[in-house]
């Protein structure tokens, strides 16, 4: 590795900005009420069965064990079909279904035979729900059924969650519900809330009634209107036909028909957007997770430790939320997953891993000598999500024995020519390898002895220069350099180059000007 991490033992290297939502496990910037804000991520289905008892109403239906099998099934198809369908976008992203049938494999008992009795009573029975899962019984049913998805989703470790009431119709002569309600087999309370089906309903269904859970809006003749704006875009219902001025240019779609639109993966764009999948720049990313991080940093560089001091923070960044239904609040599922670092056009490479969507930067980093530039960056693994590249310029003092126009031009005359490794070899047969001190303000610099810039004074500053002879020919045109010898004779072809012949390093002090080539290929 080009860098080693350190963390000061008075520091912890991390610290939570905001450590009251990080242990409550929520998206970040999301309330515990913010349970669907759109389709993406990890998300907890709740199926639930209810079974009358006789107690109020007629006993009629009675859950078997295949129809229970039954109901997993559909609301496992209808769900997982939305992954299908993300799995067929051009996209970065995963959505993951998980599920708890507790309360299918053991269905709620209640009083009332939900069939029987028209929709809109369901608040009746769910009172039974919330009793037997120890929901609060202060506020709405709607608070509570957020509560308990809440509890849920912290439970089962996901970021979103969502219950499915299912009513037994098996029974039932047209397997309705009763027609003084407002619906007849399925409807939803939309964002992370519930939605009710008749047990004989299908899997696109279910799939259609999910798209509630995130906001999408109904686009059937007695749906919402053409007018009606909703999700965290705050999207217009293009694809409705209630009110639209241009039924001819709808497209099929589940929000409207289910069947044949379920069987194509049929969604329409304003119904995907309204679920959050909106892809403006095409990258690959929705525009709800396509914001970059916040990064803060004050570097600081040691130029003679070679290291480099890091304070600072990173945050990411939740897109505006304009959905005019719900809290309103802004939340991503993005994280800051690592730090990353570069030196001038070097490859990236990970300094610290966090998986947190905020953290504190207390850090240094070891240098490569030559570097003159250090870049720093958080990224989100999955989304590919960055901050802004960090950039700092590397400064380092002035060496005054090194010719920063060109190293091995010792004497600076233009030309890299013998006279510049003798004038290294010389002094270091009279002085020895040593540091280069500083030169003194009166003090005018005329050979350039530092040729590899390390303020040190070594055999390698006279190997260097060598090398460039032996390489370039004593910087003398090529023809001149392949077809003479010291005299202007011809050389034999495949004869060592002019300089093979020069002094050794050997006890302290360069030696005879012989054997010198063999000890360069050594």
Sequence with gaps: SRYRYRSPQRRSGLESLEA???????????A????GEYMLGDVLVTAVLLESDGSLDANLEDWTVSQREEIRQRVTEGTQWWSELLDQQNSVHELNFHYDFAYLDSPIQTGYEPINRPSDEFMLWIDDFFETVDVSSRGTFSDRI???NHQQRLVHGTDWAFTVFVVNADNDSDSRFDPAGSF?????????RFFVTTSERPPSTIA???????????????????????????????????????????VKSLLESHLTAYTEFAVSPSALEMIGWKDSDENGVFDVLDVPHQLTINGIFDADS????????????????????????????????????????????????????????????????????????????????????????????????????????????????PIDALLVINELNQNGSRSLLPASPDEVVGQFL??????????????????????????????????????????????????????????????SLSHYSAAIRD
């Design 306 to 417: 070679d290291r480099y001091s890091v304070i600072g923070s990173s945050q990411v960044t939740p897109l505006e939320n304009q959905n005019p239904i719900g809290n309103g609040n802004d939340i991503t599922l993005n994280e800051i997953s690592r730090l990353e670092v570069r030196f001038d056009d070097s490859a990236w490479e990970t300094v610290a891993e966090f998986h947190l969507p905020t953290v504190s930067l207390d850090f240094t980093l070891d240098v490569p000598a030559s570097a003159e530039q250090i870049q720093l960056r958080t990224i989100d693994d999955d989304t590919q999500v960055s901050s802004a590249v960090f950039t700092d310029f590397l400064e380092r003092p002035l060496i005054d024995w090194h010719n920063y126009s060109r190293a091995n031009d010792v004497n600076n005359d233009l030309f890299v020519s």
């Design 146 to 148: 957020l509560e308990f």
């Design 32 to 35: 515990a009420d913010d349970t």
């Design 208 to 250: 259609h009634e999910t798209a509630h859970m995130f906001w999408a809006l109904d686009e059937y003749a007695n749906g919402a209107s053409y007018n009606d704006h909703r999700g965290y875009y705050n999207t217009q219902n293009l694809n409705g036909l209630k009110d639209n001025p241009q039924p001819e240019l709808r």
């Design 450 to 511: 530092d040729v590899s810039g390390d303020n040190f004074l070594s055999p390698v500053d006279a190997l260097l220069v060598i090398n460039e002879l032996n390489q370039n020919g004593l910087n003398q045109p090529e023809e001149t350099v392949k077809n003479s010898d010291h005299d202007g004779e011809p050389t034999a072809e495949g004869e060592p180059p002019l300089f093979s012949e020069f002094a050794i390093w050997s006890g302290g002090r360069f030696d």
């Design 20 to 30: 009251r939502r990080l242990l409550a496990g929520l998206p970040f910037g999301a």
């Design 184 to 192: 007849s087999r399925a409807f939803a309370y939309a964002g992370g």
